[in-house]
């Protein structure tokens, strides 16, 4: 049974303490910093010995599952703010409150990753031994994720935690690699399982009192409401060993995987904890909690663009270690655009070659799949995104030919191109061997196609593009667009893959099919953007259209992009001066009305895009690449209700999800962690938890708490506001 969690105020504490059992149990409110927000009961603090703590997979296994509990053992525990103490007198003191195992119950061998995927888990917290429940592996590492946020490391000299006795010893907190591959697993979770208990910051005193506002709630009634799936050790499942079946096609494990990236990000991490601190003991602590979880949305995704800046391969994987720990699932990967095209193609090598910044600037085959790989190993789908007929100002560095020659007033060539030529048939074979070459290299289903502010201007002005409409019958640009889009739609399903669009398409009335999935990204009303594109293209007569300035004017001015949420890349030097987007629509300052807010017939532009049948993606009020470098963008980003539009429920459940979008205007590996983080983790509990869960102060607190994580976890993350955190000095 699926239960909210309940935001703890002091007002709270009366409230519920009629509901005690006679040995009461409190619930300090620090169970609010998870991120992203479950449903969850608690009981009493428990203590969790880490080097008497062990995981045991009882269902199916995998590398893929190894892997994580290596790289939790490392979250949890390898971090050097503390060194842990020998907790044997402690825990012969109290052995009754010692969580000894956890054991993780896979119920599918099957580690597909897709829209449908099941992230589903139970997570019961009890001694001695405690239960991680779900469908499939992916489940199991968002459960892992719930589990090293909830362990808190109390020091032993805290006066909070009077009970806990320093004892002398230090034990050892990192895995032998000499050790028997079950005795370092077993080794690594007891680090695991101690940092649960702490994040509450519970007492190990079931009667002593907090200093923060606490909720008492049964033990008992918790854990038996949240196990839907009981299963004990005689139940027909695998304990785990080596001989435990290992259902993946990897010829490179997840297991190996991790012991190369964890060097890494070791080196990297210690190198920004540089500084020699006091080292105190602690303890490892932890709530008795039930816990049943699982997202709202299927498709909680981050766009990061690596065209207008190249982001190197670790950059990424910083990004989707990040996702992670927000529970997002899909990796949207911009990966072309006008600006440079850093996508290695062995079957057309001059889109790379001289459609990069440089020969330094590209990702080859092995990045790719390494990108993909340690996506996957996070429970995190890749889906590319090849924009097209749009945005290929860099496609015609290497091929010149694919693109439109624009003309003059005089019907002469002015030396510029335009988008690619939708008349030719060599046109549509390059798209052909990008997108089955596509198709190998990124195993997910889908594949976005763009099709966004495509520059009509240049094909209305080339006199062939005009005879071939005529010869065609095709009356209106819109009805080459059509043409041009239902060519490449066939492209991608002829090689295996569903489609995502841009709204444009929609837009600008081409006939679509009722798979199509339509990604909506603009703020204001579709009427106001078609109304400023068609007085645009007007005054637009009479100046000649230019790719070269259009790149210039979106360096000098970003409002002249999608990435600015502005209508159109288009727009002019000169009509963009005197207009800044339809109707003085500005994101920054409210389009119309601020994001989540909004008076009667002012509503978002995206709420009819939402309503005409197709499936959708949203991510029009999380273009967190606008946001203001003083301010508190981050809760109208949270403020935002997807299905907020009027609607009917099956129109609602065509909603599939949403993605926040970082463009890369102004971002590259030097700032896209922190310009990105923690507020990207605002969208993904947006997406997450229950639509109900939207508490401003409450998720400023859980913000906070999981900016304090990331810099612990060694990424940097942007402060909310005035502040600290313990590890910010190491940075």
């Known amino acids: ?154 020091p032993l000299d805290s006066t909070a935690h009077p009970d806990l006795e320093p004892t002398s010893g230090m034990p050892k907190d990192t895995i032998n690699a000499n050790q028997p591959p079950l005795q370092a697993l077993k080794q690594m979770i007891q680090n695991c399982w101690g940092t649960f208990m702490q994040l509450l910051g519970m007492s190990h005193d079931d009667n002593s009192q907090s200093s923060v506002p606490q909720i008492v709630l049964t033990h008992e009634a918790a854990a038996a409401e949240a196990r839907d799936h009981p299963v004990s050790d005689q139940d027909n499942f695998f304990d785990i060993v080596n001989d435990i079946p290992d259902h993946t096609d990897d010829s490179d494990s997840a297991l190996q995987r991790h012991k190369k990236h964890s060097k890494q990000h070791k080196s990297r991490r210690n190198k920004k904890h540089h500084k020699k601190h006091k080292k105190n003991r602690v303890q490892y602590m932890v709530n008795a909690t039930a816990i049943s979880d699982a997202p709202r949305f299927k498709h909680r995704g981050l766009l990061l663009d690596t065209s207008r800046h190249f982001l190197p391969v670790q950059n990424i994987k910083d990004h989707l270690d990040a996702m992670a720990w927000a529970k997002m699932n899909v990796f949207h990967w911009h990966i072309v655009d006008d600006q440079s095209f850093p996508f290695e193609s062995h079957h057309l090598p001059g889109l790379s070659a001289d459609g990069a910044f440089s020969a330094k600037h590209v990702y080859d085959k092995q990045d790719v799949a390494d990108i993909i790989a340690y996506a996957k190993d996070r429970g995190i789908r890749v889906i590319p995104e090849f924009d097209t007929p749009g945005h290929v100002a860099s496609w015609g560095k290497g091929y010149p030919e694919l693109l439109t020659q624009c003309y003059n007033d005089q019907g002469k060539p002015n030396g510029e191109l335009g988008p690619l030529d939708p008349t030719r048939n060599s046109t549509y074979n390059a798209l052909w061997l990008l997108f089955r070459e596509a198709a190998q290299v990124f195993p997910d289903s889908y594949i976005h196609l763009g099709g966004d502010e495509v520059p009509f201007d240049c094909w209305q002005s080339n006199p062939d593009v005009q005879d071939w409409m005529k010869a065609n019958r095709l009356g209106s640009l819109s009805q080459l667009e059509g043409y041009f889009e239902s060519r490449v739609l066939d492209l991608a399903t002829l090689a295996g893959r569903s489609y995502i669009i841009w709204q444009d398409v929609l837009d600008n009335n081409v006939t679509l099919r009722s798979d199509t999935v339509v990604h909506v990204w603009k703020w204001w009303p579709v009427a106001a953007a078609t109304n400023h594109t068609v007085s645009t293209l007007q005054s637009h007569q009479e100046s000649t259209w230019s790719s070269a300035a259009s790149l210039r004017q979106a360096a000098s001015d970003q409002s002249n992009s999608r990435s600015s949420q502005q209508s159109s890349r288009q727009i002019s030097q000169e009509s963009s001066q005197r207009s800044h987007g339809p109707t003085g629509c500005q994101l920054r300052e409210g389009c119309p009305g601020d ?84 507020r990207a983790a605002a969208v993904a509990e947006r997406l997450w938890s229950d639509q109900h869960v939207r508490d401003r102060h409450d998720a400023e607190e859980r913000l906070h708490e999981h900016r304090c994580r990331m810099l612990a976890r060694g990424l940097p993350a942007q402060p909310l506001g005035p502040g600290f955190c313990p590890q910010d000095f190491d940075f």
């Not at 709420?607 to 499936?615: A, Q």
């Not at 539009?645 to 102004?666: I, N, P, T, Y």
Request: glycine share 6%; proline share 4%; net charge negative.
């Open 1 to 154: 049974m699926r239960r909210k969690l309940v935001s703890c105020g002091p007002n709270l504490k009366a409230r519920y303490m009629h509901k005690a059992m006679s040995s009461p149990v409190l619930l300090p409110v620090d169970v609010t910093s998870l991120i992203s927000l479950l449903q969850t009961f608690s009981s009493h603090a428990l203590h969790i010995d880490p080097k008497h703590f062990t995981f045991r997979s009882k269902g199916y296994t995998s590398s893929i599952l190894e892997a994580a509990y290596y790289r939790y053992s490392d979250l949890m525990f390898d971090i050097t703010d503390y060194e842990q103490s020998d907790s044997n007198t402690l825990s012969k003191k109290h052995k009754h409150h010692n969580i000894e195992q956890l054991d993780v119950y896979v119920y599918s061998f099957d580690q597909s990753l897709n829209l449908d995927t099941d992230e589903s888990y139970t997570l019961t917290v009890e001694a001695p031994v405690s239960v991680l429940q779900c469908h499939t592996v992916y489940g199991a590492l968002r459960g892992l994720e719930t589990l090293s946020q909830l362990i808190d490391r109390v």
């Open 595 to 678: 994001i989540g807010s909004y008076s009667a017939g002012e509503e978002p532009g995206w709420f009819p895009e939402m309503e005409k049948g197709f499936r959708a993606l949203l991510s029009s009020p999380w273009y967190i690449n606008l946001g203001e470098y003083a301010g508190d963008d981050w809760a109208q980003y949270y403020a935002v209700e997807p299905l907020s539009f009027k609607g009917s429920r099956r129109q609602h459940d065509l909603v599939m999800g949403g993605e926040a979008c970082m463009w890369g205007e102004f971002v590259d590996a030097t700032n896209s962690m922190s310009a990105t983080w923690p």
